[in-house]
């Protein structure tokens, strides 16, 4: 029951942005760290493959890449800018995705209640 494609997919959509957000904050925490490269976390694309193979989704999970962005003088290549637009996205995101989770079981329980 809690195992359709759609629950599973809105789980592993909601653990693949709460890694992003991490991954934001940790790029931003270390805008200036010389060397540092921004981490970006995608999994979109794995999880819409799996969907549309008819593979279970629940065996996408997130992967990390290094950014390859140019660098900054110090070698760090976070772009503030770019990580702001990407936290208020994945935010947006994040919470669309409890909606539905949310909206998902209150019909479920509705429906046992039998209301």
Do not use: C, W
């Amino acid at each position: 029951m809690f195992d359709d494609v759609s629950s599973a997919s809105l789980r592993v959509a909601a653990g693949g942005l709460a890694a992003r957000q991490s991954a934001i904050a940790n790029n931003i925490a270390n805008i200036e760290t010389p060397g540092y490269r921004a981490r970006k976390v995608e999994f979109e694309e794995a999880l819409r493959g799996a969907v549309a193979k008819g593979m279970s989704p629940l065996g996408v999970a997130p992967q990390t890449r290094d950014s390859l962005e140019p660098t900054r003088l110090n070698g760090s290549n976070v772009n503030l800018d770019e990580e702001t637009l990407s936290h208020i996205d994945t935010t947006m995101r994040y919470q669309l995705t409890l909606r539905a989770m949310d909206t998902k079981y209150s019909m479920l329980r509705d429906a046992i209640k039998g209301a």
